[in-house]
Nanobody, 126 residues
């Protein structure tokens, strides 16, 4: 499974950006894609995740109401629309994948996802 992230950049506080993650390889039709972020000197944290098959999604409390995760199943691509960005959202954003479906709980840990893309930098200026 290969993941290609794109779409980061520089934006002013209050602005919007969309990052995307294209999956390829032997993913099958049922897998999960999660977005994580890592700010300088901080641990990598879950931002949002979605099921490719049915669109069920989960968000971290810090981004609820501001970020929206969606999928384009035909293109095996997952988007993260980020609105009302704040300087504290500045981080390298990574997408990750896990084969299979949600099983009783949402997977939000780094170790829950065996496949990772390269990061894309999102910088929010104040």
């Amino acid at each position: 499974v290969q993941l290609q992230a794109s779409g980061g950049g520089l934006v002013q506080a209050g602005g919007s950006l969309r990052v995307s993650c294209a999956a390829s390889g032997r993913t099958g039709s049922t897998y999960l894609v999660g977005w994580f972020r890592q700010a300088p000197w901080k641990e990598r944290e879950s931002v949002a995740a979605i099921s490719r098959s049915d669109g069920a999604s989960h968000y971290a409390d810090s981004v609820k109401g501001r970020f929206t995760i969606s999928r384009d199943s035909a293109k095996n691509t997952v988007h993260l629309q980020m609105n009302s960005l704040q300087p504290e959202d500045t981080a390298v954003y990574y997408c990750a994948a896990r084969l299979g479906a949600w099983r009783g709980a949402y997977y939000t840990g780094v170790s829950d996802y065996p496949y990772w893309g390269q990061g894309t930098l999102v910088t929010v200026s104040s």
